[in-house]
T-cell receptor
C-alpha cells in the first residue's frame, strides 16, 4: 500500500525554539494532507488540513501562528511548531490520500513524530 | 458534533483468546466506520471498514459489523495471536467530510 513517512520520529528541543516536522507521501501525490495531534491515552485530534499551493485550514482552537503548515509540493507538507513550550509536547501524526482517489479514498498515515519540549 | 467512544484499555489476553473491543459513535446521517491498527513504531494502518448499516468489515481474522440501531462497530477476533499486539483505533467519517474522527485508541497486548 501507499506509504507516508514522517521525519523526525522523535525530537527533543529547548523551550522557545522552533521545530519542523516533515510529512512525505512516498509513492503517490497528495493535494491534501492532514495533521493530527495525540495526547497520551486520548484520541487523535485534527489540527489542520494542509492544501498544496494554498493556505492550510485550521481547526477551531488551533493557533495558526503557533503551528505553521506549508504544503509546498504534492508530496511534502511540513509542520513547524514555533517558540515551542512544554505544553506543546505531544505526538504529531500526518495522513494523506492519493489525489487520484478523490475524497473517499483510503487515508494513509505516517508513523508519527514525538516532540518533547524541555 | 461527531464523536467516537472506545473501550478503555489496556487489554491483555492470552494467545488464542477471543477479543472484543467496543466502539460506539455519535454522528448525524450515515457515516462510514473504520478500524485502524498501529503496531509499535509504525503509522496507523486501515484494518477494516464498513460504509453502510449491517455491512460487515473483515480482514486478518478481525471482524466488525455496522449496527445503526445501537450506533456501534465492535471489533472482534476469534483467536488472537501475539502479533496482534498493537493499538486499535475506531474512527468515523461523515459522507460530507474529508477527515476522520477518532476514538481514543485501545492498547492490546497478547501474551504467549
Amino acid at each position: 500500500g501507499a506509504v507516508v513517512s514522517q521525519h523526525p520520529s522523535w525530537v527533543i528541543c529547548k523551550s522557545g525554539t522552533s521545530v519542523k516536522i516533515e510529512c512525505r507521501s512516498l509513492d503517490f501525490q497528495a493535494t491534501t494532507m492532514f495533521w493530527y495531534r495525540q495526547f497520551p491515552k486520548q484520541s487523535l485530534m485534527l489540527m489542520a488540513t494542509s492544501n498544496e499551493g494554498s493556505k492550510a485550514t485550521y481547526e477551531q482552537g488551533v493557533e495558526k501562528d503557533k503551528f505553521l503548515i506549508n504544503h509546498a509540493s504534492l508530496t511534502l507538507s511540513t509542520l513547524t511548531v514555533t517558540s515551542a513550550h512544554p505544553e506543546d509536547s505531544s505526538f504529531y501524526i500526518c495522513s494523506a490520500r492519493d489525489f487520484k482517489e478523490g475524497n473517499t479514498g483510503e487515508l494513509f498515515f505516517g508513523e508519527g513524530s514525538r516532540l518533547t519540549v524541555l | 458534533g461527531d464523536s467516537v467512544t472506545q473501550m478503555e484499555g489496556p487489554v491483555t489476553l492470552s494467545e488464542e483468546a477471543f477479543l472484543t473491543i467496543n466502539c460506539t459513535y455519535t454522528a448525524t446521517g450515515y457515516p462510514s466506520l473504520f478500524w485502524y491498527v498501529q503496531y509499535p513504531g509504525e503509522g496507523l494502518q486501515l484494518l477494516l471498514k464498513a460504509t453502510k448499516a449491517d455491512d460487515k468489515g473483515s480482514n486478518k481474522g478481525f471482524e466488525a459489523t455496522y449496527r445503526k440501531e445501537t450506533t456501534s462497530f465492535h471489533l472482534e477476533k476469534g483467536s488472537v495471536q501475539v502479533s496482534d499486539s498493537a493499538v486499535y483505533f475506531c474512527a468515523l467519517r461523515r459522507t460530507s467530510a474529508r477527515q476522520l474522527t477518532f476514538g481514543s485508541g485501545t492498547q492490546l497486548t497478547v501474551l504467549p
